[in-house]
């Protein structure tokens, strides 16, 4: 039996699967993507810039504005309709300087280029500093070291320890007027002359200045005995709130102008930001300008944008990225989540990432793009030789998560793991030097045969398997065990829901099957009652894919997607391995390897107080305007500073004697457990709200 129900549902799947159309509209399309072409257009874009040596074209600056008239332009001329500039409010941040002269040891003045991050820091012409090196510019690193009026100078990690904001919003309050952190690995690992930035998430008035390894290495060279050095500096960063940016749009009119299809980029970026994401915006223009020049008629209506104030676009909010998509899709075209059939949103396309090909989708996508990777593999040799993986959810780091959580479907081309992150990401090495041709030309076969693949689709190919699937998989049982009868129902609704689940699917695989049939034989009357069908199943599935979007999809501290129940799940195993590790007198490992994975409480380690608690209340406390894509998806936080604190400073004098913050421990412990409880009973009346969702499709 269990055979015959496989057997089943893999033809299912193909019927989702199946084309509508003979191949000669898809090879016509690919014949007509012209490489150079999308080339020219992403280096076009690198001109653009606010600093004349390094680039730079951030949210809401001369150099975005100058570059989102170009591509206005752009789309009219490749043929686009109705192309338009969608405005919006951002917070601007225009860096045209930022240099740092010395004295060397022969005497002689020295210049040293830096980048700035988000924040306002500008000079009167040259002005005189003291620089004090820091380390990493901790709360330790602090300890007797008098930095008011000072330039202080640490070292960073942004991968590994923590982003700028923290040292940044440390230096003011011990009065230091900046700080210029020297990049010491993680990012810009391609040379010691690189230079690296990344968004600010911190306040306007917490000036950084990033410099290369190379140079700070010059300068700790040249220091006194108290480690300081004069320095000259002319930075010009400003920062202004509430101005205007734009999204730029246009459209390939469908036969059915209440379905849509994506494509996406950002425009913006920092230095000359060749690859990210210059190329992605030539990608989409280069698939669309095939589409128009091999005369398709496409189904439904294509629309292509390119988002501004990606990189950065709000003041003091941890969720300072992907300001541009979240303005579109929740404010200037929210009408776009109730008919758009998928979001395809490219990052980075111009460079081979890693030899497999990882295409992020949404859970509801995974099964689909799968079954169609043999068809649509594009025949480019030497690239991407271990073909296509498709990995699921989409993470916050790129604006198809702005889309996904407003109710739409995205797929996305992944980087995030890839080595380009670690060497080039966001530096001065991003120009056209890092292009390869072979993986540009593979991502536009790719992604335009997806694009095709569909638009052929009457209904949309989503199987919510495997959400559901991936829900049980996260569930630790022995805690789920202690919730009693409500973690016995859990897994019980969570078994209908998936047998539902596979119900659907073959009624979508049936649809799209007799549509096609109907196609096939040319049969008016079986076209339209299939589609007329298609229409109302697929409201349907955008209704409780939304639903499944604001009820499963939370947030880490550290940004990652995670189900309600993991959140308290995490916590609680992590106070588990604390306190068994303090009663057996292991301070040091029960801190830092596990009191530091909760909640915001990283942090907590190294920095003071004030500092810590700003940033956490940043979140809990932040207008919910300016948490953007990142409001209500916090589960909570559970403040561990003074337990931490008390910590280290019992391990630094030899205390053994930590019976107090183990009661405490306890006592927050019991608090996870109940949160863990109530999250338990939330998602069970979710999941049968779900199951309301899925009989209503019939």
């Not at 407003?406 to 992944?414: E, K, L, M, S, V």
């Not at 919730?483 to 609704?493: A, R």
């Not at 829901?497 to 649809?511: C, G």
């Not at 590790?581 to 029960?590: F, H, P, R, S, V």
Request: net charge negative; hydrophobic share 35%; proline share 2%.
């Amino acid at each position: 039996m269990k055979k015959i129900l496989i057997l089943f549902f893999t033809v299912s799947l193909m019927m989702i699967s199946a084309p509508r159309e003979s191949t000669d509209s898809r090879e016509n399309i690919i014949n007509h993507l012209d490489i150079n072409y999308s080339y020219n257009i992403a280096e076009s874009l690198t001109k653009f810039k606010t600093n004349e040596k390094l680039g730079f074209r951030t949210a809401g600056s001369s150099a975005e504005h100058a570059a989102g008239d170009m591509l206005y332009e752009e789309f009219k001329k490749l043929g686009l309709k109705n192309v338009r500039k969608d405005e919006f409010t951002v917070d601007a941040w225009e860096f045209k300087n930022a240099e740092l002269t010395y004295t060397d040891k022969k005497n002689k003045k020295q210049r040293l280029t830096l980048n700035s991050y988000a924040a306002n820091f500008a000079t009167n012409g040259t002005e005189v500093y003291d620089l004090v090196y820091l380390n990493k510019g901790t709360r330790d690193d602090y300890e007797n070291a008098d930095v008011k009026g000072k330039i202080v100078m640490v070292d960073i990690n942004q991968r590994e320890d923590w982003w700028i904001n923290y040292p940044a919003m440390q230096a003011k309050l011990k009065g230091a007027k900046a700080v210029i952190a020297v990049n010491n690995g993680g990012y810009a690992e391609i040379s010691d002359d690189a230079l690296n930035v990344q968004d600010m998430c911190g306040p306007d008035d917490t000036p950084a200045l990033g410099m290369s390894k190379a140079d700070g290495d010059k300068l700790k060279a040249l220091m006194n005995k108290n480690r300081t050095v004069k320095i000259e500096l002319n930075v010009d960063s400003q920062v202004k709130r509430d101005q205007k940016a734009y999204n730029i749009v246009g459209e390939i009119p469908g036969k059915d102008p209440d379905s849509l299809i994506i494509l996406s980029s950002h425009y913006d970026g920092y230095f000359e930001a060749f690859q990210d994401n210059a190329t992605a915006v030539a990608l989409t223009m280069g698939i669309a300008k095939s589409i128009i020049d091999s005369g398709y008629q496409p189904e439904k209506t294509i629309i292509v944008i390119a988002h501004a104030a990606e990189e950065w676009g709000t003041v003091d909010t941890r969720y300072d990225w992907s300001v541009g998509a979240y303005n579109q899709v929740f404010k200037v075209r929210p009408d776009w989540a109730a008919k758009s059939f998928a979001m395809l949103n490219f990052e980075q396309p111009g460079s081979e990432h890693v030899k497999t090909q990882e295409i992020r989708t949404v859970y509801e996508y995974k099964t689909f793009i799968e079954s169609i990777a043999d068809r649509i593999k594009p025949s480019v040799s030497g690239v991407y030789e271990g073909g296509i993986k498709v990995t699921t959810p989409p993470r916050t780091w790129a604006d198809d998560f702005s889309y996904s959580i407003a109710g739409i479907p995205t797929i996305r081309n992944d980087y995030v793991g890839a080595q380009f992150m670690k060497s080039t990401y966001h530096t001065n090495y991003d120009t056209k030097a890092t292009y390869n041709e072979k993986a540009f030309t593979y991502n536009h076969q790719l992604y335009a045969q997806i694009v095709y693949e569909l638009d052929q689709k009457a209904v949309m190919p989503m199987d919510f398997t495997t959400r559901f699937n991936e829900f049980k998989a996260t569930l630790d049982m022995d805690l789920l065990a202690k919730t009693g009868n409500e973690g016995k129902k859990l897994l019980t609704d969570i078994e209908e829901v998936i047998k539902t689940s596979e119900n659907l699917n073959r009624l979508l695989a049936d649809i799209n099957n007799k549509h096609e049939q109907a196609i096939k034989s040319n049969n008016t009357a079986e076209i339209k009652k299939y589609e007329t069908k298609a229409d109302t199943v697929n409201k349907q599935l955008l209704a409780l894919y939304k639903y499944c979007q604001d009820s499963f999809i939370k947030l880490t501290w550290e940004d990652d997607s995670i189900f309600p129940h993991e959140h308290a799940q995490n916590n609680i195993n992590a106070l588990n391995e604390a306190v068994a590790l303090l009663e057996k007198g292991d301070i040091d490992t029960a801190v830092n390897d596990h009191l530091s994975l909760i909640d915001n409480n990283w942090y907590a380690l190294s920095f003071d107080k004030e500092t810590y608690e700003y940033f956490t209340n940043q979140v809990l406390k932040q207008d919910k305007e300016r948490l953007n894509w990142g409001a209500g998806r916090i589960m909570g936080h559970e403040d561990l500073y003074d337990i931490i604190f008390s910590l280290q400073q019992k391990q630094k004098s030899g205390e053994k004697n930590v019976k107090n913050e183990i009661e405490a421990l306890k006592k927050i412990l019991a608090s996870q457990e109940a949160l863990m409880k109530n999250t338990v009973i939330t998602e069970n009346k979710q999941l049968l709200e779900v199951k309301k969702y899925l009989n209503k499709i019939k």
